[in-house]
């Protein structure tokens, strides 16, 4: 179950909203509750606080990722994931990476210099500083995801085409890129919701079967919250539904009330 929680932190937030003004706000907090088969794996939050940065207040996105129960005892998982937004740009200002996975630990900060397109890491688990280049507008993992939530005129894009966004993750830039591939109503345990689907390409290898093995169901409305996430990885699959949420901007849209 290596990097299972990294995967759903990474594609939670992927939201879109064809409306100028920003689909979230401080006070928004969802969460997941995760399978791997029958097992109930762990559960999954983000949360959009505030903070201030050079005495300008800013989003602060706080995502958390951990195993339970008998999943906690054969794989112990506590990941943190948080970054720093400006609220009238969508870029970061900062990134923090904190995990232990079953032994696998990170502990690193980011510092981006958006005008100069540099990045200062710094790795306080190997004592380590390095500044790399970075292209322009480049988003980190979270911030990526609530900068395509505010993604304008979504709501023409066609099944089978794309949205690309440059991303930093693991010391490198890479072209994030999502397919459209259309609508869907899906039965939640908040009643029938209707869904956008989206699919993120991600690089074969480590984690994933293949280069499309992720599937993610968002609400179709304001708010384009993840409704559901499935993943195929090399180790089995995992499947992870919205379990819980509040403080939205908008309203929650659902057909029909369980």
């Given at each position: 179950?290596?990097?299972i929680?990294?995967?759903l932190?990474?594609?939670?937030?992927?939201?879109?909203?064809?409306?100028k003004?920003?689909?979230?706000?401080?006070?928004?907090?969802?969460?997941?509750?995760?399978?791997?088969?029958?097992?109930?794996?762990?559960?999954?939050?983000l949360?959009v606080k505030?903070?201030?940065?050079?005495?300008?207040?800013v989003f602060?996105i706080?995502?958390?990722?951990?195993t339970?129960g008998?999943?906690?005892?054969?794989?112990?998982?506590?990941?943190?994931?948080?970054s720093?937004i400006?609220?009238?740009t969508?870029n970061?200002?900062?990134?923090?990476?904190?995990?232990?996975?079953?032994?696998?630990?990170k502990?690193q900060?980011g510092?981006?210099?958006?005008?100069?397109?540099?990045?200062?890491?710094?790795?306080?688990?190997?004592?380590?500083?390095?500044?790399?280049?970075?292209?322009k507008?480049t988003?980190?993992?979270?911030?990526?995801?609530?900068?395509?939530?505010n993604y304008?005129?979504?709501?023409?894009?066609?099944?089978?085409?794309?949205?690309?966004?440059?991303m930093?993750?693991?010391?490198?830039?890479?072209k994030?890129?999502?397919?459209?591939?259309?609508?869907?109503?899906?039965?939640?345990k908040?009643?029938?919701?209707?869904?956008?689907?989206?699919r993120?390409?991600v690089q074969?290898g480590?984690?994933?079967?293949?280069?499309?093995?992720l599937t993610v169901?968002?609400?179709?409305?304001?708010?384009?919250l993840?409704?559901?996430?499935?993943?195929n990885?090399?180790?089995g699959?995992?499947?992870?539904?919205l379990?819980?949420?509040k403080?939205?901007?908008f309203?929650?849209?659902?057909?029909?009330?369980?």
């Amino acid at each position: 179950m290596k990097k299972i929680f990294i995967v759903l932190l990474f594609i939670a937030t992927v939201s879109f909203d064809s409306h100028k003004q920003s689909s979230y706000d401080v006070g928004e907090w969802f969460k997941f509750r995760i399978h791997y088969g029958f097992l109930n794996a762990g559960y999954a939050t983000l949360e959009v606080k505030e903070a201030s940065i050079n005495n300008k207040k800013v989003f602060h996105i706080v995502g958390r990722g951990y195993t339970t129960g008998m999943s906690r005892f054969f794989f112990k998982v506590d990941d943190l994931y948080e970054s720093y937004i400006d609220k009238d740009t969508g870029n970061p200002y900062q990134f923090v990476r904190k995990i232990d996975e079953g032994g696998y630990v990170k502990n690193q900060e980011g510092f981006f210099n958006q005008a100069g397109d540099k990045i200062l890491v710094k790795d306080y688990k190997n004592q380590t500083e390095k500044i790399l280049e970075i292209p322009k507008n480049t988003q980190d993992i979270v911030s990526t995801f609530y900068y395509l939530r505010n993604y304008p005129a979504i709501d023409k894009i066609k099944p089978g085409e794309f949205v690309s966004i440059d991303m930093f993750f693991d010391d490198e830039t890479t072209k994030f890129k999502l397919k459209f591939l259309g609508r869907e109503d899906v039965t939640t345990k908040f009643g029938v919701v209707p869904t956008m689907i989206f699919r993120p390409l991600v690089q074969s290898g480590r984690v994933f079967k293949e280069e499309e093995s992720l599937t993610v169901w968002i609400s179709d409305d304001n708010n384009k919250l993840p409704v559901r996430i499935k993943a195929n990885l090399a180790v089995g699959s995992i499947k992870a539904d919205l379990d819980g949420f509040k403080g939205l901007k908008f309203p929650f849209k659902v057909k029909i009330n369980q």
